[in-house]
T-cell receptor
Framework: GEQVEQRPPHLSVREGDSAVIICTYT??????FFWYKQEPGAGLQLLMKVFSSTEINEGQGFTVLLNKKDKQLSLNLTAAHPGDSAVYFCAVRLRGGNYKPTFGKGTSLVVHP | GPKVLQIPSHQIIDMGQMVTLNCDPVSNHLYFYWYKQILGQQMEFLVNFYNGKVMEKSKLFKDQFSVERPDGSYFTLKIQPTALEDSAVYFC??????????FGEGSRLIVV
């Protein structure tokens, strides 16, 4: 089945720096890609959903890149601020209603003032 | 965005007792999921549910676990009997077919 490797597991940056989290998946038929943010004691908040047809996806303060050739998905936080401190999860799923997403193991990001 | 509600948010229970975790999914969603998370780490898939049936379950979904959604009410996860290793945060999610999963805030279960 699908395997998703997420790195790094922990990331510490200073306010204003960029932060990059990368997920590598195995199934070339993966079609939907997600980034979720989890703040302490809270649920998973959807940051962005990406379709396999779109390589560059701009959000507010971040960019999601999809490289299908290398089967990599990345979350690039530009100019991180302390409010970005959280655990970030990528998730990958196949096309079709029956398929569950496969999650990465998460990246704990700390942004220091 | 769409909201998934989970009740209770926290529960402490004696080992061997039964617990039911309740999930109120997004109103027009048809697929329902339970995930288990220990110590804020990996989201471990337990089960998904559609049209009144379990579609897929993982090895973590032990015989002591069951799910149901009677008459379109809460989607529930029941554990009977509970064990110490069941202590975790359980997240419910729902989705439309082939679409984004929306998660609740989690139910923190402590088995003592």
């Amino acid at each position: 089945g699908e395997q998703v490797e997420q790195r790094p597991p922990h990331l510490s940056v200073r306010e204003g720096d960029s932060a990059v989290i990368i997920c590598t998946y195995t199934d070339p038929n993966s079609y939907y890609f997600f980034w979720y943010k989890q703040e302490p004691g809270a649920g998973l908040q959807l940051l962005m959903k990406v379709f396999s047809s779109t390589e560059i996806n701009e959000g507010q303060g971040f960019t999601v890149l999809l490289n299908k050739k290398d089967k990599q998905l990345s979350l690039n936080l530009t100019a991180a601020h302390p409010g970005d401190s959280a655990v970030y999860f990528c998730a990958v799923r196949l096309r079709g209603g029956n398929y569950k997403p496969t999650f990465g193991k998460g990246t704990s990001l700390v942004v220091h003032p | 965005g769409p909201k998934v509600l989970q009740i209770p948010s926290h529960q402490i229970i004696d080992m061997g007792q039964m617990v039911t975790l309740n999930c109120d999914p997004v109103s027009n969603h048809l697929y329902f999921y339970w995930y288990k998370q220990i110590l804020g780490q990996q989201m471990e898939f337990l089960v998904n549910f559609y049209n009144g049936k379990v579609m897929e379950k993982s090895k973590l979904f032990k015989d002591q676990f069951s799910v149901e959604r009677p008459d379109g009410s809460y989607f529930t996860l029941k554990i009977q009997p509970t064990a110490l290793e069941d202590s975790a945060v359980y997240f419910c999610a729902s989705s439309r077919p082939g679409n984004t999963l929306y998660f609740g805030e989690g139910s923190r279960l402590i088995v003592v």
